[in-house]
């Protein structure tokens, strides 16, 4: 039974960040390009308002949201209950990336705790549809915890590390879509 709500209430909002993990999902326009459906954890993401959300975005093996992004905004995040009663929440909407020099970075990324390293960018999204469905069919599962290997990775790359590997495997998409504010390897 799927339910449309108008917005983001602060009811919801709890229950969006209480979730250990969500996902989210691009497309680019051509219909030869990949769709991107992309897992997220650890303590990334903020209900900003009503109808607006953030997600501290790490660095992955690819970058593909913020190509898709650059490309034509258009994201869907999902999360579900894995404990509690059964609920799949959708936002959909329109993202932009917002890069590290850009002004308004650190009032943004000052919502994230400072021990989360290896940040390339923050995802904002514009939730234009609010959708709920069933989840009768998602497993219970026990959470156990983060993992911490991205952020031993991150440390142990260092920041001029995680620069260089930016540049060369987050500037372009796999399709050669560039991703906005990353800098690609000569």
Known sequence: MAKLYPEIDTEMAAWIEAQPLFFNATAPLSEEGHINLSPRGLDTLRVLGPREVVYLDLTGSGN???????????????????????????LYGRGMVVTPEEPEWDSLRCLFPASIK???????????RIQSSCGFGVPLMEYKGQRD????WTEKK????????????????????????MVQED
């Open 64 to 90: 593909e949201t913020a190509a898709h992004l650059g490309e034509n905004g258009r994201i869907t995040l999902m999360f579900c209950a894995f404990s509690g009663k059964p609920k799949i929440l959708r």
């Open 149 to 152: 290997e991205l952020m031993a």
């Open 158 to 181: 260092g920041p001029e590390g995680i620069k260089e590997y930016h540049a060369r495997k987050n500037a372009v998409s796999i399709d050669g879509l560039p991703a906005p504010g």
């Open 118 to 128: 290896g940040e390339r960018q923050i995802v904002r999204v514009d939730v234009r």
